[in-house]
């Protein structure tokens, strides 16, 4: 059985690997539309902007199960403690 900091060590591990993997799938967006002709600019930066948000809104949630993950891994450590 794991203990409760490898579980931490491994989500953080998923975390910072789904992050990369969803910043490159922004990257792709940004860079296929930066330097489009067939649409207009405005078209193309609110293609990017949409990637972006959807990227940052990610993000977060993923901040978010790495700090639910961290405050159950300093809950067990607190409990052992006593």
Same mark, same amino acid.
């Given at each position: 059985?794991? +203990?409760? !900091? %490898?579980? &931490?060590?491994? +989500?953080?591990r #998923?975390? &910072?690997? %789904?992050?990369k !993997?969803?910043? #490159?799938? @922004? @990257?792709k967006?940004? +860079? !296929?539309?930066? $330097?489009?002709?067939? /649409?207009? +600019?405005e078209? $193309?930066? =609110? /293609?990017?902007?949409? =990637? &972006?948000?959807? @990227?940052?809104?990610?993000?977060? %949630? #993923? !901040?978010?199960?790495?700090?639910? =993950? @961290?405050?159950?891994?300093?809950? $067990?450590s607190?409990?052992? =403690?006593?």
């Amino acid at each position: 059985m794991k +203990t409760k !900091e %490898q579980i &931490y060590e491994d +989500t953080k591990r #998923l975390v &910072y690997e %789904q992050d990369k !993997e969803n910043y #490159l799938a @922004y @990257y792709k967006v940004f +860079t !296929e539309n930066i $330097s489009r002709r067939d /649409i207009t +600019t405005e078209e $193309s930066e =609110a /293609i990017i902007k949409a =990637a &972006y948000d959807t @990227y940052k809104e990610q993000e977060q %949630q #993923l !901040e978010d199960i790495l700090d639910l =993950a @961290y405050i159950d891994l300093m809950e $067990s450590s607190n409990r052992q =403690a006593i």
